[in-house]
Structure formats: structure tokens, C-alpha cells
């Protein structure tokens, strides 16, 4: 709940290839407000794009626009610069996130949050309960592979890089609840469909 609106703000998570975008266009069609964070970490790059420029250089620019893929070739790999890219990108999103939440509440919309890194930008703070999308890592990595043709082993170091994005939020005093998308999409939207029946229970 933001701004005193009595609405639901809900951080969706959960790992690479569990299906958690599909959630999202399922809950979008129930009428939910979603802040997509990928979309927003494309925008603060060129929000930033100053300070990005200042501190990686204007190698990292093409066509007078940031190019994540020559930011990503410097920045991944290398802890450092890395945090040096997220303490200028992060705090940008998170603002951003503030902002059409208390838009989309102004409206009467609950919001849902889709953020693979709901934990490390800190956005569970504004949640008011998780929604944690998960699935058998055999499983996503087929998926990986039959959606962008990953290979095993690249997944398998993406997967350990998401050491972070867990169903655990030690801090988090709302209610977490997991969805195991195992199944076709017919089975993954009854599952979401159940559980907003259980939110219009609840009041």
C-alpha cells in the first residue's frame, strides 16, 4: 500500500525461466497494473545516460544511445563496476517504481511489481505480500534453451549468479506465496486465477 491508498501492491519474483512474465500477462488481463522492471532498467540506462557515460566511457554508446550489450561486456564479470552500474541505475528504478505505483492506485489499480530482483532493489519493501514463481531448474533450462537456444552450461552460470532470488524474505512481514509452474499454460493460469480468488476472499 503506497500513498494511504487501500490497494495491493504485489512483488512478482522468481527465477529465470519459471514463467514469471507469463504470470504477469495473465494478472495484466485480470485488470492489475504491472511495473515491468526489465522495461525500467532499459529506461535508466538512458535516463542516466550522462553518469553512465562519465564513468564507462563513450565506448559504451551507440547511436547516441546506451548499448547494454557493450555496458554489459564491461560491467559483468566485474563485481566492482557492476555495483558501481547498479547504484546509479537502481535508486532511478526504484523511484520510477514509486511513482506509477501511486499512479496506478490513484486509478483504483492494484500494481504488481515484476522483478526478477525484487530483493536486491529493495522493492519487496513496498510490496505488500510476494508472489514467488518457481520451477525444476531441469525443467527452466529446457525452456532457456528451447525459448533463446541457451546452452546448458550458460544457464547453469546465469542460475548461480541468481543466488539472490530466493522464496525467502527474512525481513519481509507480508505473506509469501509460491507458485510451481510445472505444467502447460492452462494449468499456470488456473494457478494465478486461484490465487486472486483468494486476495478478493480476503478483502
Request: charged share 30%.
Amino acid at each position: 500500500m503506497l500513498g494511504g491508498y487501500a490497494l495491493m501492491v504485489i512483488g512478482l519474483t522468481g527465477r529465470s525461466c519459471a514463467g514469471k512474465d507469463e504470470v504477469a500477462s495473465i494478472l495484466s488481463s485480470l485488470g492489475f497494473f504491472i511495473i515491468d522492471e526489465d522495461k525500467l532498467g532499459h529506461e535508466a540506462l538512458d535516463a542516466n545516460k550522462e553518469k553512465l557515460v562519465s564513468l564507462f566511457g563513450s565506448g559504451i554508446l551507440t547511436d547516441g544511445s546506451v548499448d547494454r550489450r557493450k555496458l554489459g561486456s564491461i560491467v559483468f564479470g566485474d563485481k566492482e563496476k557492476l555495483e558501481q552500474l547498479e547504484a546509479i541505475s537502481h535508486p532511478w528504478m526504484v523511484n520510477e517504481s514509486r511513482r506509477l505505483a501511486e499512479e496506478a492506485e490513484e486509478k483504483g489499480m492494484d500494481v504488481v511489481i515484476n522483478a526478477a530482483i525484487l530483493k536486491r532493489l529493495g522493492l519487496d519493501g513496498i510490496s505488500d505480500e510476494i508472489l514467488f514463481i518457481d520451477a525444476p531448474f531441469e525443467l527452466r533450462a529446457r525452456r532457456a534453451e528451447a525459448r533463446n537456444g541457451t546452452k546448458y552450461e550458460d544457464f547453469l552460470k546465469r542460475e548461480q549468479n541468481q543466488e539472490d532470488i530466493v522464496s525467502t524474505f527474512e525481513t519481509f512481514g507480508g505473506r509469501i506465496v509460491k507458485i510451481i509452474n510445472d505444467g502447460d499454460k492452462s494449468t499456470l493460469c488456473r494457478q494465478v486465477k486461484e490465487y486472486c480468488d483468494t486476495i478478493l476472499a480476503r478483502g
